[in-house]
Protein backbone atom coordinates (compact mmCIF):
# COMPACT_ATOMS: atom_id res chain seq x y z
CA UNK A 1 0.00 0.00 0.00
CA UNK A 2 0.87 3.35 -0.76
CA UNK A 3 -0.16 6.50 1.50
CA UNK A 4 -0.91 10.14 0.52
CA UNK A 5 -0.99 12.28 3.78
CA UNK A 6 -3.26 15.31 2.98
CA UNK A 7 -1.16 18.79 3.10
CA UNK A 8 -2.39 20.00 6.19
CA UNK A 9 -4.02 23.85 6.94
CA UNK A 10 -1.95 26.40 6.07
CA UNK A 11 -3.18 29.93 5.43
CA UNK A 12 0.18 31.05 3.70
CA UNK A 13 2.85 33.29 4.56
CA UNK A 14 3.20 36.78 4.39
CA UNK A 15 3.51 37.96 1.04
CA UNK A 16 2.23 34.45 -0.81
CA UNK A 17 -1.48 33.28 -1.69
CA UNK A 18 -1.23 29.35 -1.41
CA UNK A 19 -4.34 27.66 -1.54
CA UNK A 20 -3.18 24.17 -1.17
CA UNK A 21 -7.52 23.27 -0.94
CA UNK A 22 -6.81 22.40 -4.77
CA UNK A 23 -3.63 20.03 -4.33
CA UNK A 24 -5.80 18.31 -1.08
CA UNK A 25 -8.10 17.11 -4.01
CA UNK A 26 -5.71 15.93 -6.23
CA UNK A 27 -3.62 14.54 -3.89
CA UNK A 28 -7.58 12.48 -2.77
CA UNK A 29 -8.35 11.79 -6.50
CA UNK A 30 -5.06 10.56 -7.29
CA UNK A 31 -5.54 7.91 -4.50
CA UNK A 32 -9.35 7.15 -5.63
CA UNK A 33 -7.86 5.97 -8.72
CA UNK A 34 -5.07 3.42 -7.45
CA UNK A 35 -6.66 0.65 -5.88
CA UNK A 36 -3.48 0.46 -3.20
CA UNK A 37 -2.85 4.06 -2.47
CA UNK A 38 -4.82 5.51 0.84
CA UNK A 39 -5.32 9.26 1.35
CA UNK A 40 -5.21 10.24 4.92
CA UNK A 41 -6.60 13.46 5.99
CA UNK A 42 -4.92 16.00 8.59
CA UNK A 43 -7.45 18.96 8.43
CA UNK A 44 -8.73 18.62 11.66
CA UNK A 45 -5.16 19.79 13.58
CA UNK A 46 -2.34 22.21 12.61
CA UNK A 47 -0.90 25.69 12.34
CA UNK A 48 -2.72 27.71 9.83
CA UNK A 49 0.53 29.86 10.31
CA UNK A 50 3.39 27.91 9.77
CA UNK A 51 3.18 24.57 7.00
CA UNK A 52 5.19 22.02 9.13
CA UNK A 53 2.03 21.55 12.19
CA UNK A 54 3.79 19.89 15.44
CA UNK A 55 1.27 17.63 16.35
CA UNK A 56 1.69 14.36 13.92
CA UNK A 57 0.51 11.71 16.57
CA UNK A 58 -3.08 11.58 15.13
CA UNK A 59 -1.72 11.35 11.60
CA UNK A 60 0.57 8.31 12.69
CA UNK A 61 -2.40 6.97 14.48
CA UNK A 62 -4.80 7.05 11.57
CA UNK A 63 -2.25 5.75 9.30
CA UNK A 64 -1.10 2.63 11.42
CA UNK A 65 -5.06 1.87 11.72
CA UNK A 66 -5.41 1.87 7.73
CA UNK A 67 -1.96 -0.43 8.03
CA UNK A 68 -3.74 -3.16 10.28
CA UNK A 69 -7.06 -2.76 8.10
CA UNK A 70 -5.70 -3.30 4.39
CA UNK A 71 -2.38 -5.60 5.28
CA UNK A 72 -3.82 -7.54 8.54
CA UNK A 73 -7.31 -7.43 8.14
CA UNK A 74 -8.23 -5.97 11.44
CA UNK A 75 -11.91 -4.15 11.93
CA UNK A 76 -10.67 -0.42 10.91
CA UNK A 77 -11.26 1.72 8.12
CA UNK A 78 -8.35 2.14 5.69
CA UNK A 79 -9.42 5.62 5.43
CA UNK A 80 -11.71 8.61 6.06
CA UNK A 81 -15.02 9.65 5.13
CA UNK A 82 -14.62 10.26 1.84
CA UNK A 83 -17.51 11.75 -0.81
CA UNK A 84 -19.57 8.56 -2.95
CA UNK A 85 -22.71 10.71 -3.97
CA UNK A 86 -25.71 13.03 -3.21
CA UNK A 87 -29.07 13.37 -4.01
CA UNK A 88 -31.45 16.35 -3.39
CA UNK A 89 -35.28 15.99 -1.89
CA UNK A 90 -36.78 19.36 -1.97
CA UNK A 91 -34.30 22.07 -0.32
CA UNK A 92 -32.23 19.47 1.39
CA UNK A 93 -28.86 18.16 -0.04
CA UNK A 94 -28.44 14.39 0.94
CA UNK A 95 -24.28 13.65 0.81
CA UNK A 96 -22.96 9.64 1.03
CA UNK A 97 -19.88 8.67 1.30
CA UNK A 98 -17.26 5.37 1.57
CA UNK A 99 -15.64 5.06 5.07
CA UNK A 100 -19.10 6.55 6.65
CA UNK A 101 -19.52 3.72 9.13
CA UNK A 102 -20.09 5.59 13.00
CA UNK A 103 -20.15 9.15 10.98
CA UNK A 104 -20.28 11.68 14.09
CA UNK A 105 -19.36 15.36 14.10
CA UNK A 106 -17.39 16.89 16.95
CA UNK A 107 -19.26 20.05 17.99
CA UNK A 108 -21.40 22.28 15.67
CA UNK A 109 -20.65 20.99 11.63
CA UNK A 110 -18.50 23.75 10.48
CA UNK A 111 -17.18 24.70 7.07
CA UNK A 112 -19.93 23.54 4.71
CA UNK A 113 -21.36 25.47 2.06
CA UNK A 114 -24.08 24.81 -0.42
CA UNK A 115 -24.66 26.45 -3.69
CA UNK A 116 -27.84 26.79 -6.08
CA UNK A 117 -27.42 26.76 -10.09
CA UNK A 118 -25.77 29.84 -9.82
CA UNK A 119 -22.87 28.16 -8.05
CA UNK A 120 -22.83 30.88 -5.34
CA UNK A 121 -21.89 29.38 -2.07
CA UNK A 122 -23.67 30.12 0.93
CA UNK A 123 -22.79 29.03 4.80
CA UNK A 124 -24.78 25.95 5.57
CA UNK A 125 -26.26 24.00 8.19
CA UNK A 126 -25.56 19.95 8.33
CA UNK A 127 -27.03 17.31 10.22
CA UNK A 128 -25.83 13.48 10.57
CA UNK A 129 -28.40 11.11 10.59
CA UNK A 130 -27.40 6.84 9.83
CA UNK A 131 -23.95 7.99 8.29
CA UNK A 132 -25.18 10.29 5.33
CA UNK A 133 -24.89 14.31 6.07
CA UNK A 134 -28.06 16.35 5.40
CA UNK A 135 -27.49 19.82 4.27
CA UNK A 136 -29.86 22.53 4.43
CA UNK A 137 -28.67 26.66 3.87
CA UNK A 138 -32.11 29.19 4.52
CA UNK A 139 -30.29 31.36 1.21
CA UNK A 140 -30.57 28.31 -0.83
CA UNK A 141 -33.76 26.68 -2.27
CA UNK A 142 -32.67 24.69 -4.53
CA UNK A 143 -29.43 22.96 -3.83
CA UNK A 144 -26.90 21.73 -6.39
CA UNK A 145 -23.41 22.27 -5.29
CA UNK A 146 -21.96 21.05 -2.08
CA UNK A 147 -18.38 21.95 -0.66
CA UNK A 148 -17.40 20.77 2.69
CA UNK A 149 -13.85 21.97 3.85
CA UNK A 150 -12.88 23.09 0.84
CA UNK A 151 -10.16 26.03 1.67
CA UNK A 152 -6.80 26.76 2.94
CA UNK A 153 -7.12 25.99 6.17
CA UNK A 154 -10.66 24.00 6.10
CA UNK A 155 -10.36 22.85 9.83
CA UNK A 156 -12.80 19.77 9.68
CA UNK A 157 -15.12 18.23 12.17
CA UNK A 158 -16.84 15.33 10.81
CA UNK A 159 -14.94 11.89 11.70
CA UNK A 160 -16.23 8.07 11.15
CA UNK A 161 -15.86 5.25 14.07
CA UNK A 162 -11.81 4.92 13.88
CA UNK A 163 -11.17 8.84 14.12
CA UNK A 164 -10.46 9.19 10.81
CA UNK A 165 -11.50 12.71 9.41
CA UNK A 166 -13.53 13.46 6.73
CA UNK A 167 -11.52 13.99 3.13
CA UNK A 168 -12.59 17.43 1.94
CA UNK A 169 -14.36 17.97 -1.25
CA UNK A 170 -16.73 20.07 -3.68
CA UNK A 171 -19.20 18.65 -6.10
CA UNK A 172 -18.64 21.28 -8.34
CA UNK A 173 -16.53 20.67 -11.37
CA UNK A 174 -15.80 24.43 -12.49
CA UNK A 175 -12.71 25.65 -11.09
CA UNK A 176 -10.59 23.24 -12.67
CA UNK A 177 -7.43 24.80 -14.03
CA UNK A 178 -6.02 25.88 -10.87
CA UNK A 179 -2.25 26.41 -10.73
CA UNK A 180 0.00 25.51 -7.58
CA UNK A 181 -0.69 29.14 -6.29
CA UNK A 182 -4.52 28.92 -6.54
CA UNK A 183 -4.73 31.29 -9.52
CA UNK A 184 -7.21 30.65 -11.75
CA UNK A 185 -6.02 29.64 -15.44
CA UNK A 186 -9.02 30.89 -17.70
CA UNK A 187 -12.69 31.45 -16.99
CA UNK A 188 -13.05 32.82 -13.32
CA UNK A 189 -16.64 33.73 -14.03
CA UNK A 190 -17.87 30.69 -11.58
CA UNK A 191 -15.85 31.30 -8.30
Not at 88 to 117: D, W
Amino acid sequence: PFYVIGLACYDGDAGNNYDFSYVRESQAKACQNDNNAYFISSCDDGDPTFIHPKTKRYICERVSKSIQSVIYGKNYASGGPTYKSHTVENNTLIVEFENASGLTAKGEITNLYLAGEDGKYYLAVGEIRDNKLYVTSSKVSNPVYVKYGFGKSPFVNIFNKDNFSMTPFRTDEYNTNIDFFGSIIGDSSRM
